[in-house]
């Protein structure tokens, strides 16, 4: 997605060791206003209110984009570990970003926090992920982007499709121009990268102006992004993760269980399995909990800078992977929010 999460994973890539690509490609006759889908669909706006005038305009004027076909065919995540997202995303650069953009938007990161129960942090770090505070939002046009994915990649053209339906829907909705809106290689947009979609089931107007706009307006990034956490479930004071010491082999069967949270910090400790305690650690630096035993948890195992690393993770973590299926991206955020309330706290 754009030149900051998923672009900035593709570049930091070699893909030497990839087999070769998915034989995915664009067509000689490229005009979509031909295919029988598209045709379908544009019958589905048209009948719900649309204007196919302008339906038509747009989707004849999008073009397959090859690059995308590409770029969803070797997904970065797939071969990084936790070691190459430390690299790429806990940047001193990007906490000083995070810290400028809090101070710019300190009120309305305190009513995001108020309202929904998200920290400013975690607010803080997604947006940073994904565009670096509004600096790196995609370059490709959304309708290109979907149109392609939607009518020129079989695996998931179902839903890119739904994704080019819902962009159209939007135009009226949230005053977006669908012919020249830039985005992700999936058609993500805005501050926080929200599918068409998710745009409209999450983002809100947040500063009240009748408009609700994630691509030129902050404040309703800011409190679509705390809405999303919020409608997933997440726990306002929960820990997200804590860092895990291991004994035995008892453990191994739980780091195979994935990431979302499926027995309690009792069945890991029968395993062999504890979370580092707070008690007497200094909380600011530490990533530690102490939890009732009955606190359902994942445990992880990642490859980073100074080896294997073992965590056991909250619903919350659960949570942030919603945003992303990825738990080197939780991990990510997770780690770039303490770092960004670490610098909230020290003397400016």
């Known amino acids: 997605m754009r030149r900051s999460y998923q672009a900035i994973l593709a570049a930091a890539l070699t893909f030497t060791s990839l087999p070769a690509l998915a034989e995915h490609t664009c067509p000689e006759n490229n005009d979509y206003l031909q295919r029988d889908l598209a045709k379908a669909m544009i019958r589905e706006l048209v009948a719900e209110g649309g204007d196919e005038a302008r339906i038509r305009q747009v989707l004849g004027s999008a073009q397959c984009q090859p690059k995308i076909l590409e770029s969803i065919a070797r997904p970065a995540e797939k071969t990084h570990t936790w070691a190459t997202y430390q690299k790429i995303f806990l940047q001193e650069s990007r906490v000083q970003k995070a810290v400028e953009f809090s101070l710019e938007h300190a009120d309305t990161l305190a009513r995001a926090e108020q309202t929904y129960g998200v920290p400013r942090e975690i607010i803080l770090a ?106 997933h479930r997440w726990q306002p004071g929960q820990p997200v993760a804590a860092r895990a010491r291991v004994e035995g082999n008892g453990y191994q069967p739980l780091t ?20 580092i305690s707070c008690q007497g650690s200094g909380v600011t630096s530490e990533y530690c909990f102490d939890l009732p035993g009955d606190t359902r948890v994942a445990l992880l195992d990642l490859e980073g800078l100074q080896g294997t690393e073992f965590w056991l993770a909250t619903d919350n973590f659960y949570v942030i992977t919603r945003y992303n299926h990825s738990r080197l991206y939780a991990m990510a955020v997770l780690q770039l929010s303490r770092d960004i309330a670490a610098a909230l706290e020290s003397p400016q």
């Open 126 to 231: 997604i947006i940073g992920v994904e565009t670096r505070y509004g600096q790196h939002m995609g370059t490709y046009r959304v309708v290109d982007a979907l149109a392609t994915l939607g009518f020129d990649y079989p695996p998931r053209a179902s839903f890119f499709r739904k994704q080019l339906k819902a962009l159209f829907e939007l135009e009226q909705k949230a005053h977006i121009d669908a012919d020249a809106i830039t985005g992700s290689y999936a058609g993500a947009m805005g501050y926080g990268q929200f599918i068409p979609t998710s745009y409209q089931a999450y983002a809100v107007d947040f500063d009240n102006d009748g408009i609700t706009d994630l691509v030129n307006n902050p404040v309703d990034a800011i409190g679509s992004v705390a809405n999303y956490f919020h409608e």
């Open 256 to 275: 195979k269980k994935g990431y979302k949270p499926s027995f309690t910090l009792d069945r890991a400790g029968q395993a062999g399995v504890t979370a």
